[in-house]
């Protein structure tokens, strides 16, 4: 019934930019926070960035901080992530997660994922 559906994700020269969308289904879309999460091949998924129910609220993983923004529309039940400046060691499939009670800070605590968007970051 719940459905999270990426979208945005390819092929990319280093230094240029994507945006990723994240599509809500099934689920009260303002009352969730919002996150995306990366993970590459033979790697632990990290966290890239999260936002609140409002939107008020945003945090950003270390390796993105003043590279990537996390927005959100909650009329239209997305939420968006811009990557600008896009290196090679970002490539990796992105997540789009859902967090009920949380701040969308931990991935163990999600209730909802995504099937995930591959971006690739080349030199």
């Known amino acids: 019934q719940v459905q999270l559906a990426e979208s945005g994700g390819g092929l990319v020269q280093a230094g240029g930019s994507l945006r990723l969308s994240c599509t809500a289904s099934g689920l009260t879309f303002s009352s969730y926070s919002m996150a995306w999460f990366r993970q590459a091949p033979g790697k632990e998924r990290e966290l890239v960035a999260g936002i609140s129910w409002s939107g008020a609220t945003t945090h950003y993983g270390p390796s993105v901080e003043g590279r990537f923004s996390i927005s959100r529309d909650n009329p239209k039940n997305t939420a968006y992530l811009q990557m600008d400046n896009l290196q090679p060691e970002d490539t990796a499939v992105y997540y789009c997660?859902?967090?009920?009670?949380?701040?969308?800070?931990?991935?163990?605590?999600?209730?909802?994922w995504g099937k995930g968007t591959l971006v690739t970051v080349s030199s």
């Open positions: 997660a859902a967090d009920r009670w949380g701040l969308a800070t931990a991935s163990g605590n999600m209730d909802h």
